[in-house]
Each structure stands twice: as structure tokens, then as C-alpha cells.
């Protein structure tokens, strides 16, 4: 009991001082009141309008795109989605220097039929073969960081569908780049994807909050109100 009793004295204490310290504020603050009830007016007007639109949006936002939708905002802005910087899809598979089969290596390396990358795969499995492979496109910077030349000034940007080569003590890298976009050209669709949703996004949000706005005006138009004022 005398516990619950400090405590109960503690909050009023508490409550005490707080509404004394207000009560200083005032006297000593007065002339900022009214800005203070300015800034509690406009943060409750802003909440007010912010849970309002969120109703709205929550209620009428289909946020399904299609792949359509996407590509032909793509379509529409590639200009925007220009690259700064190279990326590249490709192969990169480490092998002994010693290797004598690197000629036939490298013919299935850069054979497009499919029984033949199969073929490829099976030896790098079967030889233990340190592989790496960028399906996805891949800024040049990090397709190049396995190789030894990111310690000697960098690899020349490469020619699509030529191997390259790059020796390091007892082991060879064969790099081959299968498709290549430099800076300056449109970064792929499939990159930017989530950013196009975003902004799609965005845009119904926009339209659906001006759609009833421009509603709610007139409706009060119409209910005399609101007066507008032709100047006649």
C-alpha cells in the first residue's frame, strides 16, 4: 500500500509541474501564442487532409501493373533512364593454366545451342572449375571484380561474344561477355522495372486525390457552399 501511495504522489507531482510549467510559458510567452496556435492548427488541418486522402487512396488504388503498363511508360520516358555507367551479361570461369582442353573449352564456351552449354557446364562441374555466371545484367565494375586486372588498373570494356583473357600465377580467367550496353544507351527495362512501379504508383495516387477534390468542390458549388465570384 504506502508503494501505490509514492506512486500515485509521484504522477500528481508530475501532472503538477507540468501544468505549472505551462502556466509559466504563457505568462512569460504570451505574444508567441497565437503563432503556437497557428502551428497547432496547420499540423491539424494536415493531418486531417493526409488522413483523408490516405481514406480515398486506400479505398479506389489498384496498384496491379501490368507488364504493358510498365513498358510503355518505358516506351514513353527512355530518355530517363539513360545509363552512366557500362553493364554487361556474361561468363567467367577460372581454369588451370596447365589445361590442355582450353581450345574446346572456349569453342563451347561461346556456342550458342544449348546442348553445347550443357556440354560446358559438365566440364567445369566434372574439373572442379571455378564459375561464375551474370544472367542478369551487371555493372561492369562488379562483373570484372573476380579478375586480376581490378589490381592493375581495370579491363578494357569488352567486345560482345569475344573471350578475353586474363592470367594469374598457375590460373587462366576466359571471360567471355554475352551482351553489353555502354553509357549514354537506355538501361534495360527489366532494371528499372520497380522504379517505373513507383512512379505509376505516384500517379494514380496523384489522380485519385485530384479526382476528389475536384468532387468535393464541386459538390459544395453546388450546395451554395462556397460563392464564387465571376466579377459580374
Same mark, same amino acid.
Given at each position: =500500500?504506502?508503494d ?14 507540468k501544468q505549472l ?29 493526409f ?7 486506400d ?16 516506351d ?6 539513360v545509363?552512366?555507367?557500362p553493364?554487361?551479361?556474361?561468363v567467367?570461369v577460372?581454369i588451370?593454366a596447365?589445361?590442355?582442353?582450353q581450345?574446346?573449352?572456349?569453342e ?5 545451342k544449348?546442348?553445347?552449354?550443357q556440354d ?5 562441374q ?14 561492369w565494375?562488379? &562483373?570484372?571484380?573476380?579478375l =586480376?586486372?581490378?589490381?592493375?588498373g581495370g579491363?578494357?570494356? =569488352? ?11 598457375g590460373?587462366?580467367y ?8 555502354g553509357?549514354?544507351?537506355a ?13 505509376? &504508383?505516384?500517379?494514380?495516387?496523384s ?15 453546388e ?10
Open positions: =500500500p504506502s501505490s501511495v509514492k506512486l500515485l504522489e509521484s504522477y500528481v507531482d508530475m501532472w503538477v509541474k510549467k505551462v502556466q509559466e510559458a504563457e505568462r512569460m510567452l504570451g505574444g508567441a501564442q497565437r503563432d503556437i496556435d497557428r502551428m497547432v492548427e496547420d499540423y491539424r488541418n494536415s493531418l486531417l487532409s488522413k483523408i486522402d490516405q481514406y480515398y487512396v479505398r479506389e488504388l489498384d496498384t496491379l501493373f501490368t507488364d504493358g503498363d510498365i513498358r510503355q511508360y518505358y514513353l520516358h527512355r530518355s530517363d533512364f545509363l552512366d555507367r553493364i554487361v551479361r556474361g567467367i577460372r588451370p596447365t589445361y590442355r582442353q581450345a574446346k573449352l572456349k563451347l564456351m561461346r556456342s550458342a544449348e546442348t553445347d552449354r560446358f557446364l559438365d566440364i567445369c566434372k574439373n572442379d572449375f571455378e564459375l561464375k555466371e551474370f544472367p542478369a545484367w551487371t555493372e565494375a562488379e &562483373f570484372v571484380s573476380p =586480376p586486372v581490378r589490381r592493375s579491363a578494357e570494356e =569488352p567486345k560482345r561474344g569475344e573471350i578475353a583473357e586474363y592470367a594469374e600465377g590460373s587462366r576466359l571471360v567471355l561477355v554475352t551482351d553489353y550496353l553509357v549514354g544507351q538501361n534495360p527495362v527489366e532494371r528499372v522495372r520497380e522504379v517505373i512501379r513507383r512512379v505509376l &504508383f505516384n500517379q494514380r495516387k489522380e485519385i486525390i485530384r479526382r476528389y477534390e475536384d468532387s468535393i468542390y464541386r459538390a459544395a458549388v450546395d451554395d457552399r462556397i460563392v464564387i465570384n465571376t466579377g459580374k
